[in-house]
């Protein structure tokens, strides 16, 4: 009986913790940011809209990231600007917008290592130290607009996705399509992946890299096309994962040419063509147990398909016993038939079918399009859409 009462107590010391913890922030009804669309789950979140964009049509916090001091830096590739958003009130949500970079080709995409940006741009790459920007490399391929933004730094190594030149051609440039590996001073260029239309993000999780592919525009909805592959660090083998000759999880033989559609690296994640993943992120934290160890996934979607595709955030959780995936937004939570939350035995034909029911229902991203999505400090949640701002997603 005494144990049962000890255990009974320390339980509820917990949750008294959990909650006086969660008393140190004003409710939602309280906060002057609350937004009510996209629909999130609201079990879990309070969302709010800190920074709006200053247009409709605004294309810009294209890329979030969160520096090792606990500052959030964005990306505004047609203005050419890096920007640090700060929180000058003392509500713990950004506020205010300095220009830390300017004058850049088309930047899009942050990496860190060692207080030192790296700032993927257009063909280029720059190095923010301070207030001083240099040009790291300036003669990568480019020319296939501000999506590409594929960057992360692992293990003392720069990581760099790379487009192919159009949407059903082979590349004339030997890193068209592939990931690329180098030294951080740029030297030492190593091709590690090949065979990709369109890598825009790339991203490390359970000690692997992962890297998006989108299929050709003229594939429509109803085929799952687009992709999210893996990419083992420690082997030698440098995978093709069949672009332009090959397509989906089988591989199907797409244009003709000297290459074995069999010997083609499959993905790991197929999704609906023109959903258009174009942001990895790994939630390690713990703030969330849900969320806990997985793997976000940007779907940017498309405006001319007759499905919604895309125009989404979801989460997965790979482990021994399946793929656990999850709508993170938008979500409406009184549509039973159409479940937020499934399980599969693998990734194939993933399609977060509540996600299109709720953009149907204008509660959601669409027409609008999600650009990035990470996670602060204390393990919130900031996410951006084109032409909205920067949201975030609290307790």
């Known amino acids: 009986m005494l144990t049962k009462r000890l255990i009974l107590f320390t339980v509820l010391l917990i949750n008294c ?13 309280n906060r002057q940011f609350v937004a009510e669309f996209p629909r999130v789950n609201p079990l879990y979140w309070c969302i709010e809209l800190p920074f709006s964009a200053d247009r409709e049509d605004a294309q810009t916090f294209t890329d979030l990231h969160f520096a090792s001091d606990g500052a959030l830096y964005a990306t505004h590739p047609f203005r050419g600007q890096v920007v640090r958003l700060s929180d000058s009130d003392g509500d713990n949500l950004p506020d205010t917008e300095t220009i830390v970079a300017d004058g850049l080709r088309y930047p899009n995409g942050i990496a860190e290592h060692n207080e030192t940006l790296y700032i993927l741009g257009d063909g280029v790459i720059y190095t923010l130290s301070g207030d001083e920007i240099d040009t790291l490399i300036d003669d990568l391929p480019s020319g296939r607009g501000f999506l590409a933004r594929g960057i992360i730094i692992h293990e003392d190594h720069l990581y760099v996705a790379i487009p192919s030149p159009c949407d059903f051609c082979v590349g004339d440039d030997p890193l068209h399509g592939t990931v690329i590996r ?6 030492e260029q190593t091709i590690i992946a090949r065979g990709l239309r369109y890598p825009s993000a790339l991203a490390i999780y359970q000690d692997t890299l992962w890297v998006t592919d989108s299929a050709r525009d003229s594939f429509s909805a109803d085929v799952f096309y687009d992709e999210v592959n893996r990419i083992d660090l420690n082997s030698d083998t440098v995978p093709h994962f069949g672009f332009p000759y090959c397509v989906g999880y089988d591989n199907l033989p797409d244009l003709e040419g000297d290459f074995d559609c069999t010997t083609a690296t499959a993905p790991i994640i197929t999704l609906r063509s023109n959903s258009t993943p174009i942001s990895l992120h790994h939630y390690s934290d713990d703030l969330f147990n849900s969320m806990a160890d997985r793997l976000l996934i940007v779907l940017l979607g498309d405006t001319n398909s007759r499905y919604i595709a895309g125009h989404a955030i979801i989460s997965v959780a790979i482990t021994d016993d399946g793929f656990f995936y999850e709508n993170v937004a938008p979500v409406d939570n009184a549509t039973n038939s159409l479940p937020s939350r499934w399980q599969q035995a693998d990734g194939r034909d993933v399609d977060p079918r509540q996600t299109e029911f709720v953009n149907n229902q204008a509660g959601g991203i669409f027409p609008h399009f999600p650009y990035d999505v990470v996670h602060s400090p204390e393990g919130w949640l900031y996410f951006s859409i084109q032409g909205k701002g920067v949201y975030v997603l609290r307790p």
Request: hydrophobic residues 40%; charged residues 15%; proline residues 0%.
């Open 182 to 187: 180098m030294a951080l001073d740029g030297t």
């Open 17 to 29: 913790m959990s909650i006086a913890q969660a008393q140190e922030l004003e409710s939602c009804s």
